[in-house]
Every structure is written in structure tokens, then in C-alpha cells.
């Protein structure tokens, strides 16, 4: 009986022993409600996307190939290397 009583006064919670005591733990547990809010949210967002993420390519979204193309293309590079450096990437 003693235990049930601590804290209260005639049934009516004293300051700072009620839930007053933990409002910490309560500010957590929203803040980990959001946080796994949102994790489902951007999963769905991928789902529905097919599960494709954006791929960048350091040289401005070009691949390699591509990078290879604009060479010849610019004259920079000749046929022959051209072919040897496209069997060399794929």
C-alpha cells in the first residue's frame, strides 16, 4: 500500500512525481514515431519508383561510353582507339 501511495496526495499526483517526472522519455518516443514516419515513407517512395535509385556519374551524369563518344566525335581520339577502348570498358 505504501508503494501505491508514493507520489500522491488524497489521489491527486504530486509535482514531479507524476508523469511530469518523464517527459523526456515521452519527447523520444514521438521523435522515434517520426523518425520511423518518414523511414517508411521514403521506402515506399522507392518502391514505387521500382526500387531504381539515381545513379551520378562523376563527369556530370555521363558514363564512361558516353565520355568515349564525345571524344571521337570531338576528333580527339581515332577510330581504331575508339574500338580498343570500348571493348576494353564493356
Known sequence: MLIIMIGYDYGYP?????YDTFWWLHVLFQVFWVVILIAVIVMAIR???GGKMLRHHPHGGHSAIDLLKERYVKGEISRE???EK?????
Open 14 to 18: 504530486m509535482m514531479g512525481y507524476g
Open 47 to 49: 518502391w514505387m519508383r
Open 81 to 83: 582507339e575508339f574500338e
Open 86 to 90: 570500348k571493348r576494353d570498358i564493356s
